[in-house]
């Protein structure tokens, strides 16, 4: 079955800089690919989402990068602040019905 | 208004005795629904999948079973908690699409 690596496991930005977390994944049947914001105790909060036919993509501080040919999967923090501090998961399927698989997750921690 | 709904909050619960958490979603008509679970400072494992009412398929079963009595609800249950069974419970839900919406999830304890 799939496959997700996530990483790093932990990331300590400072406020206004940028943080990146990449995954890379297995199957190449992989169609969709998502980005999670879960903060303590919380449940999970989708931040972005993309198939496998797009390559970028951005949003509100935000930046998807899809590489297909090295099954890896990146999400670009820009500009971090306090209120980005949380554990991010990326989450993938090839079946929409069937559920989503997902990485370890990467704790951010957002400093003044 | 929140789309989904899941009960209780929390549970603290002994070893042997039954369980059943609970899921509905608000205003939306035949959606998929998830049960996943997340180790305390884990990543998340999915359980269960459903996409029509009174069916349930079964991805990870740990002990557990699930039902969907009614379009708007899915049911997690088993008739005896493990100390494994702690954790964060969540449900999702989506449409036609991809996306996958989250509960604010249960927090088992099982002492």
């Known amino acids: 079955g799939e496959q997700v690596e996530q990483r790093p496991p932990h990331l300590s930005v400072r406020e206004g800089d940028s943080a990146i977390i990449i995954c890379t994944y297995t199957?190449?049947?992989?169609?969709?690919f998502s980005w999670y914001k879960q903060e303590a105790g919380a449940g999970l909060q989708l931040l972005m989402s993309?198939?496998?036919?797009?390559d970028r993509k951005e949003e509100q501080g935000l930046t998807v990068l899809l590489n297909k040919k090295d099954k890896r999967l990146s999400l670009n923090l820009t500009a971090a602040h306090p209120g980005d501090s949380a554990v991010y998961f990326c989450?993938?399927?090839?079946?929409?019905?069937?559920?989503?698989?997902f990485g370890l997750g990467t704790r951010v921690s957002v400093f003044p | 208004a929140q789309t989904i709904h899941q009960w209780p909050v929390a549970e603290i619960k002994a070893v042997g005795s039954p369980l059943s958490l609970g899921c509905t979603i608000k205003g939306k008509s035949s959606p998929n629904l998830y049960w996943y679970w997340q180790a305390t400072g884990g990543t998340l494992q999915q359980l269960f999948y459903s996409i029509t009412v009174g069916q349930v398929e079964s991805v990870v079963q740990l002990n557990l079973s699930a039902s969907r009595p009614k379009d708007d609800q899915f049911i997690l249950s088993t008739e005896k908690l493990l100390l494994s069974h702690s954790g964060f419970y969540l449900c999702a839900w989506s449409l036609e699409g991809w996306e996958q919406y989250f509960g604010p999830g249960t927090r088992l304890t099982v002492l």
């Open positions: 199957d190449s049947a992989t169609a969709y």
């Open positions: 989450a993938v399927t090839h079946n929409y019905a069937q559920g989503l698989t």
């Open positions: 993309v198939l496998s036919n797009v």
